[in-house]
């Protein structure tokens, strides 16, 4: 077994106090040596190279196949059966989509089946042209992506068509392994003329790091509230070094209101190092409103920025450490600018960001970001999720819909400007336009046509 074969989420398991009371060492082993292995701070390139950690990770497959031979324990870390498989699968269908230079396919996981479909369209050579491009993120790319990727995936399950008015919509998990997690597969589609051909339109997105992240998740239940719960807002609205974000507190002020209407106990502290992190412990939902920074050359070492980021980092190492599951933490709410980016295509299959950090840390649900956001688009998008919250109840179900209810209408409103925006820019004869200083970090736009990038794209939703 190859520790690295599973992301660092599916390491953090409970140690059961089975395990601890018929054999202590072991368990105190186990822990002592993921605590090493799954500390991050350190590249899978550097790791392979030799040092302290890889044997650290040597001796812990050693310690897991020992453990795993113990009467009572043989599933210990293993690799989950067909039937587990299929499990996670209840609320909607799990499609994980592997690429080489060989084939690319689909792995369709339903209750009643695992099927595999091969991808015939779709390129691996493709997918890292278009990486290396930079060429992620434009209308050109989602229309490409339905047409090599999701549209044949949808048409496999039978997701050919939009819910009916007053029917449910029809949920989808999402896991790309290696470059494709760096596309927003949710948002793939012909979105120019208001087709129905596109991913939003047929079903609610969300993502997962991998099948066994799922399968932890849900087996974790969520208790029952027995006094108020706890909900932190931190919003940062001026950052040493970064644009001012006049809509981050706006965004605060609309949230904090509904969070108090779902009963929630709102507490807002000062956007330092000190007050912040003590009160991440214990809180239900965690929602940070400002600017994110993405560190090329290594992944753990970006951060949410709070007011003495230059002095006291947030940084993914930081937050994977963290480790909260004991408080059953439900929403980690990034607003900020490239929260699930990874820069560096060496770095794809540590999916090493901050989503993927908060998931370790042992939020239920992450919703996050893939590149830079609108300011003003955060407020809207944001208050909309929360509202259906409000509306449905806190769930699962409620998040994804959530998010998903929000960037729809984010780009309905888009298709309303960018209507009007084109008929502007023909009678001016104009085809560019420079994006102005009211976003998280977001860079010039070009807005003709193919290379247009929309607002709503972005927002993302990790969870179960």
Not at 421 to 440: A, C, F, I, M
Request: proline letters at 6%; one cysteine or more; a negative charge.
């Amino acid at each position: 077994m190859c520790v690295f074969a599973s992301s660092l989420e599916d390491l953090r398991v409970e140690v059961s106090g089975e395990l601890q009371q018929l054999h202590p060492g072991l368990a105190a082993k186990f822990m002592s040596l993921r605590y090493q292995v799954s500390r991050p701070g350190i590249t899978l390139g550097r790791f392979e190279s030799g040092g302290g950690r890889a044997k650290a990770a040597l001796q812990l497959d050693h310690v897991i196949e020992e453990i795993s031979r113990k009467p009572g324990f043989e599933n210990f870390l293993m690799s989950p059966n067909e039937e587990e498989t299929r499990e996670i699968s209840s609320s909607g269908p799990v499609v994980v989509i592997t690429t080489c230079p060989m084939r690319c396919d689909a792995i369709i996981i339903q209750p009643h089946q695992v099927r595999g479909l091969r991808l015939s369209h779709l390129s691996h050579e493709d997918i890292l042209d278009n990486l290396q491009r930079g060429n992620i993120n434009n209308l050109k790319v989602l229309e490409w992506l339905w047409d090599v990727l999701t549209s044949p995936i949808l048409d496999a399950l039978g997701f050919t068509q939009s819910p009916s008015n007053g029917e449910a919509w029809p949920r989808i998990w999402w896991i790309p392994i290696g470059p494709l997690s760096k596309f927003p597969i949710h948002a793939a589609g012909y979105h120019r003329h208001r087709t129905k051909n596109t991913v939003m339109d047929r079903v609610a997105s969300s993502y997962s790091t991998s099948v066994k992240s799922m399968i932890q998740t849900r087996r974790r239940a969520t208790p029952a509230p027995s006094r108020p719960e706890r909900a932190v807002l931190v919003p940062v609205p001026q950052t040493t070094g970064h644009a001012t974000l006049k809509f981050v507190k706006e965004e605060a002020t609309r949230v904090g209101s509904l969070c108090r209407s779902m009963g929630f106990d709102v507490i807002e502290p000062q956007p330092r190092m000190e007050s912040v992190a003590p009160h991440m412990a214990g809180c239900k939902i965690f929602h940070f409103a400002g600017h994110g920074s993405v560190n090329p050359s290594d992944p753990s070492l970006s951060q949410l920025l709070l007011e003495d980021w230059k002095t006291q980092e947030l940084t993914v190492a930081m937050i994977q450490e963290m480790n909260l599951r004991s408080g059953s933490p439900f929403l980690a709410y990034l607003s900020a600018c490239g929260t699930g980016r990874i820069r560096q295509s060496s770095h794809l299959d540590e999916n090493t960001h901050l989503i993927s950090a908060f998931r370790i840390a042992g939020f239920r649900h992450v919703i996050g970001t893939l590149w830079e956001v609108n300011d003003e688009c955060c407020v809207r998008v944001a208050e909309r999720t929360y509202e259906e919250m409000l509306n449905q109840g806190i769930s699962d179900d409620a998040v994804c819909l959530g998010l998903h209810t929000a960037i729809r209408e984010a780009r309905y409103e888009w298709e309303q400007r960018a209507e009007a925006s084109r008929d502007r820019l023909r009678k001016q004869g104009r085809t560019h336009y420079l994006s102005v200083d009211r976003d998280r970090d977001i860079e010039e736009c070009d807005t003709n046509d193919d290379l247009q990038v929309p607002e709503w794209v972005p927002y993302v939703h990790f969870g179960v």
